[in-house]
């Protein structure tokens, strides 16, 4: 290292007595951090955050406060987009910066190095203005180049896919498939290793719960499933498509020569410092193999009972129930509506050393410590009735069959929690009351389902309003009468809209909430349960109980500036 850089690595390491007085690191870690810094030739700071002695925000702000200039929190601001168009994409990405403001002639520019001096003096020059510099943490200014000119740092799937139209050099699928799963992924590798890298990094960094690569005559369709709705990315060629899913089939283990039968398998990856897990599914079409990955991020499972977003009165029942010592709770609705996430919040509540957890998966898709998974394995004969006989034998409290397919599954089930067992399970079916009919048209006996069944809670998600970007509107005369809103609830109402903003990529949506509705089994209820009664008598009955429907808890949400109505139309209908 030159004496140069070891002069300028002493001075930004004065901001670390800040640190120290603050007591966020001790003496020790310190020294620890500068012998790091000096062998990998890094910075101080940074070598704290790599050890975990500090978060990048504390180093930053103490930066700030050692060179007197101002901290931001990118995840606070919002930069008009007139803003951003002063600065090419280019220069922001060379040289990690983002433009936040301009007053009077002065640019104010988001930089991470309070000291590099040259890079300040070239900015100068290429924006042609003065320069006024404000800090933030390195990863933080990454995250908002790519929220705000919509890309990845270094370069986007995007324009590597660029690259691969404007070449007319093909690639084998053995050379493009390239490096081992685990390889690390730099410039050198195959480009199809990086392309593969650059679209599951992308995914992560949009919040993408889904990636599709879906193979058509002309084109290969790459889609993101963003908060539920399903987003287009730029298109690779054709002939790429052979060698992304052999690297695809490579990192989750897959046949590679297997195209004619369906595969699943798993990846694990690790982007930036998030671990995560992705679920990956082949479907041999009329075209090619189709690709989907599911995102499995650990996080989502880390959401509390509170969080879901039941309101008072059903988080109060939902609390109830799962505190019973047996019986049968189900959740229903489609494929992505949640319900995972909502027995999981349920199990993580009751976790503890004085219970004994059991669940029955097909697959296990997030892993819960304390708690014994066991995954469905039905080329083997370990289908779900199997498991739930053998569990039983186990001697759990609580038994989580992943989805009653059967009427053996169902029986089982329902024969556990007969037995003294709290069991939770998911069924599809449209709304609540249904799960009731659902049942005994599988083939339950009506009396068993009357006897066990002691709720039933059907769900949907809705985006959420974005945070940043939200204001007030007053929705049309048509559209409230539409909705079922009378005057007199539009006049205590806060309806709320998301303009777009870099926060939530121009969508005016970041992140979701379940909107629900709750049924409890009531005698009335177990006695139509009992004499096979229709769905829709049960739904009548239940409403007149006090059951509060999937619609009338969107309409809540909307009224309360959470989401808006035209959320509450796409996944729930008036009665």
């Known amino acids: 290292m030159s004496s140069t850089s070891s002069k300028r690595m ?4 004065d901001f670390t007595d800040i640190l120290l007085r603050q007591k966020v690191i001790s003496t020790e870690q310190l020294e620890e951090a500068r012998k790091m810094a000096r062998d990998s030739s890094t910075r101080v700071g940074d070598a704290l955050v790599r050890l975990g002695y500090a978060t990048g925000v504390e180093v930053m702000r103490a930066m700030a406060e050692y060179h007197r200039m101002d901290f931001v929190d990118l995840e606070e601001v919002v930069i008009p987009p007139d803003v951003i168009e002063l600065v090419p994409e280019s220069v922001a990405r060379e040289n990690t910066i983002l433009p936040m403001s301009k007053e009077d002639g002065t640019l104010r520019v988001i930089v991470s190095d309070p000291q590099d001096l040259d890079t300040f003096e070239k900015l100068r020059f290429i924006l042609d203005s003065k320069i006024d510099i404000v800090l933030a943490p390195r990863e933080n200014i990454l995250e908002a180049i790519n ?95 052979g060698a992304l899913l052999s690297r695809l089939k490579i990192m989750a283990k897959m046949d590679i020569a297997e195209r004619r039968r369906t595969q699943d398998g798993r990846i694990k990856v690790t982007v930036g410092d998030k671990e995560l897990d992705l679920r990956v599914s082949m479907l041999p079409t009329n075209h090619g193999q189709s690709c989907v990955m599911r995102l499995l991020d650990k996080d989502n499972i880390k959401v509390g009972v509170r969080q879901l977003g039941l309101s008072e009165k059903c988080f109060q029942n939902f609390q109830a129930l799962i505190k019973r010592p047996n019986g049968i709770f189900l959740v229903t609705g489609p494929t992505g509506s949640g319900k995972t996430t909502t027995l999981y919040a349920a199990l993580n509540e009751l976790n503890g050393p004085d219970r004994k957890i059991i669940t029955a998966e097909d697959p296990v898709e997030y892993y819960l410590p304390g708690i014994n998974q066991v995954e469905v394995k039905h080329d083997i004969g370990l289908d779900f009735a ?108 806060t309806f709320m809209k998301g303009k777009g903003c870099g926060n939530c990529q121009k969508t005016g949506f970041r992140g979701r909430l379940g909107v629900f509705e709750l049924m409890m089994m009531q005698p009335k209820l177990r006695e139509m349960a009992f004499n096979s009664a229709p769905s829709q008598n049960i739904r009548k009955e239940a409403i007149a109980g006090g059951m509060d429907t999937m619609y009338s808890d969107g309409i809540r949400k909307v009224i309360n500036g959470v989401t808006t109505l035209e959320e509450v139309f796409r996944v729930a209908k008036r009665e």
Do not use: W
């Open 147 to 241: 929220r705000h000119y919509g890309a990845l740092e270094g370069e986007s799937a995007d324009s590597m896919l660029q690259e691969f139209t404007d070449t007319a050099i093909d690639f084998t699928e053995t050379e493009m498939a390239g490096a081992r799963p685990e390889e690390v992924v730099d410039e050198s590798s195959a480009p199809i290793v990086r392309l593969t890298h650059l679209i599951i990094s992308e995914a992560v960094q949009l919040r993408a719960s889904d990636i599709h690569v879906e193979p058509f005559e002309n084109e290969v369709r790459i889609r993101y499933r963003i908060d539920g709705v399903l987003v287009k990315r730029d298109s690779p060629p054709r002939r790429l498509l």
């Open 386 to 493: 199997r498991i739930i006989r053998a569990v039983l034998r186990q001697a759990p409290n609580i038994i989580l069959v992943g989805e009653m397919r059967d009427t053996e599954t169902a029986e089982m089930g329902i024969q556990a929690s007969l037995t003294g067992h709290l069991v939770f399970s998911t069924l599809h079916t449209n709304d609540a009351p249904s799960a009731v009919t659902r049942l005994i048209d599988m083939g339950v006996p009506p009396y068993l389902v009357a006897s066990s069944l002691m709720a039933v809670l059907a769900q949907r998600l809705v985006r959420v309003i974005c945070t940043k970007c939200r204001q007030p509107y007053s929705p049309s005369k048509t559209m409230l009468e539409a909705a079922g809103i009378t005057p007199a609830m539009a006049a205590n109402a």
């Open 10 to 13: 002493a001075k930004s390491a």
